[in-house]
Structure formats: C-alpha cells, structure tokens
C-alpha cells in the first residue's frame, strides 16, 4: 500500500515538475519575444513555441538561415525601406521557405517569399516558359514589400497582412467573418488556410531565433564573415547558361544554383536585359570572352555525339550532329555596316559575305542578307528587322 502511495505521488511531483518546466520556457519565450524592439506584433502562442522548438532542436538548419540571411538580408532590406515597411519583416522569407529558392509549397508559391503565381502577375512580375521570377531574390523582394504594403492598408495589423501574404486576402475575409468578424488573430488561426495558418507563428519563432540562437547553444557558422561570392552582368540577347559554362569554365550546377530564374537554363532577348549571376571574379572574364560567350565553338554548342550500331552491331559510328540552322532576311538600313550586323546576328562578317556572294564589305542600303541562325532562337532573330536603330544599339 504504502508503496502505491509513494508511486503516485512520484507521478505526481514529475507532472508537476515537468508543468512548471513548461510554465518557466514559456515565460522565458514570451519575455524574450517582448524583449525585440519591432513594430511588427510577435504574439507569443503554443503554435509559436512548436516552430521554435523545431529551431531549437535542428541547429544546423538555423545555421544555414544565418548564413542565407547574411546574403538575402540587404536585398530584403533595400526593398522594405523604400517602401517604409519595417525592417523585421525580412524575417518573413525565412520563415514562409527557409531561403530556398526552388522549393514549391501547396499553393503553387515558390522562391524565397513563397509567391503565389497571381500576385507575382498582378504586379507584373515575369513568369513564361524560360523565366520565373519569383525565383529572383531582387525582383521578387521588390514585388512582396509593394504586396505587403498593399496588404496593410486593408488590414492595418501585421499579423493579418502575413496570413493575407501566404494565401490571399480573400480567404483571410473569410476567416474573419467566420470568426464572426474578430480581427485578433488567434481567433481567425483556426479558419485559416494551411498555407496561411503556419505563416505568421513561424515568423515569430524566426524572429526569436534569429535574436537568441547563441541562448540555445547554436553557434556561429564558422565562415559567417565570408564575403558574398557573386557577380553580375547584364544580357541582352538570347543566351545559353551552357555557352556561358563552356566558355568561362563555370560548372553548369553553379550557375543553375546562382540562377535559378531560369527555368529551361535559357536567358531570353529582352530590350530592358536580364541580369545573370556569376561566381566573383568571372564577370571580368565574361566581358573578355562575349563574343566567344555568344558565338562558341560547335563542341560547346552540340551536345555529346550519338553513338549508334550498324545491323550487324560489329562496329561502331559516331553520328555528327544535325544541321539546326534556319534562313532569316535582314534589310539594310541607311548608315549601317556589315561589322554592326554582324553583331546584331551573333554572326562572322566572313560568313555574311559567304551566303550572299558578295565580294565587297560596302553594303547599300535597301540590300537584303540572307542569314543562318539556330532554329531554336529564328523568332528572335526575325524581329531585328524591324527593330528602331535605339533598340538595336542595345543589342551591342
């Protein structure tokens, strides 16, 4: 007897124990939260200290955050403050995709914001068949700080404004009126969208542990005080990011992972440009090689020989690769040369001469070329003939 006696009050004193252990990190949570000076709410709840706990017990996830943070933040940051936002709220990428850049959640978000396919098109972010960007760290910081800026006009309390980001103001209208109009947002938590619900409970959480990760015993990331190892140069042309690894000698899952707008690794003719990232120190190297970039030699271009058997499969033969070229016209225009059309064509002045029997490099005007172009790009290269002497000044 005596016995089951002391076993339940043993029980007892470890529930008990184990309550006010509960009771003290929940205080210390909630003091530490309190503690960040932010204009953006951080209301602490047991949501919170779920994604705070998952922080707390995967150190290395939070250490490759602080490292992605040291390279997103400026960028981030440039954006929030020419909009006035507040500057926590680049905290909010970290949470909605841990800095991944290809990830994809259930809605169809991708890129660091976890952008929605409609508010990326409503503020005319680009998204075809060769670019997405919503994977472009700068363009998509741009369009969620003028999003959440939009946002809190409507709602005018953060907490709302990020669940309205991670689904759309539509559901969280709904929510409310199903909460039976309260605007406090754990009353509208439970109503909400999966995408939505987790949003703003994980921000708080990566606020928390952006600030107090050295009190969870997470160190530093050793290489923390790297510089950024990232170039940049603009593009004006239909381009390859195969030419560019050929050429410059940049693995081809480098510049993938730099350039992750890039859905089918083509960069697209654009009159404005598309910036590309290059490893620091290749930019140089870049606008050394351009014409070699835009024009490389045919084993960078192909891709590996086909190998194929004759019918008695006692030899081998290398098939060459297929003739991909296809006949565009150019009009000469009044005051151009062959040196300046030739650029535009990403073509020799040697093989104009060549297709169109001409024994002189004095074109008239009023003459019209014959040019061989890759297939793939014959739209592109269509268009030159009527673009203004401005827009193919550009193309240089």
């Not at 404004?161 to 559901?171: L, R």
């Not at 290059?278 to 870049?286: C, E, I, M, Q, V």
């Not at 024994?359 to 793939?376: E, F, R």
């Amino acid at each position: 007897m005596k016995k089951t006696i002391a076993a339940i009050l043993g029980f007892f004193i470890t529930a008990l124990t184990g309550f006010a252990q509960q009771l003290a990190t929940d205080e210390v949570y909630q003091q530490r939260l309190s503690g960040i000076k932010t204009s953006v709410e951080l209301i602490y709840h047991p949501e919170v200290k779920k994604h705070i706990e998952y922080y707390v017990n995967n150190p290395e996830t939070v250490r490759q955050l602080l490292l992605r943070g040291r390279e997103y933040f400026p960028i981030i940051a440039r954006s929030l403050r020419a909009r006035n936002l507040p500057i926590e709220l680049r905290y909010l990428p970290a949470a909605a995709s841990e800095f991944s850049l290809f990830q994809q959640n259930t809605s169809g978000g991708t890129g660091i914001w976890m952008m929605l396919y409609n508010v990326a098109k409503m503020y005319k972010g680009k998204i075809n068949s060769f670019v997405d960007e919503r994977r472009d760290v700068r363009k998509s910081s741009q369009i969620a700080a003028t999003h959440l800026r939009d946002l809190y006009t409507i709602y005018h309390q953060w907490p709302l404004v990020i669940a309205a980001d991670g689904a759309m103001p539509v559901q969280v209208n709904k929510s409310i009126r199903l909460s039976g109009n309260s605007l406090y947002y754990w009353d509208i938590h439970p109503l909400l969208t999966e995408t939505a619900r987790d949003l703003y409970p994980k921000f708080v959480a990566t606020v928390y542990i952006f600030n107090h990760y050295k009190d969870h015993g997470i160190k530093t990331p050793v290489n923390m005080d790297l510089n950024i190892v990232r170039d940049s140069v603009q593009v004006f042309k239909w381009l390859s990011l195969q030419q560019i690894s050929g050429t410059i000698e940049i693995p081809i899952e480098q510049l993938r992972e730099l350039n992750p707008v890039y859905k089918k690794d083509i960069i697209p003719f654009s009159a404005d440009g598309y910036w590309v990232y290059l490893p620091r120190g290749k930019a140089d190297r870049f606008d050394e090689l351009r014409d070699s970039v835009y024009n490389p030699s045919p084993a960078i271009l192909f891709e590996p020989l086909v190998i194929v058997r004759d019918s008695s499969d006692t030899s081998v033969v290398q098939a060459k690769p297929a003739f991909d070229k296809k006949r565009v016209y150019y009009t000469v225009k009044r005051g151009e040369n062959l040196t300046q059309i030739a650029g535009w064509f990403d073509v020799s002045k040697r093989e104009i001469l060549s297709w169109n029997n001409l024994k002189s490099q004095n074109v008239k005007a009023g003459k019209k070329l014959v040019i061989w172009v890759p297939s793939s790009k014959t739209g592109y290269y269509k268009r030159i003939n009527k673009m203004s002497a401005a827009q193919k000044k550009r193309l240089r």
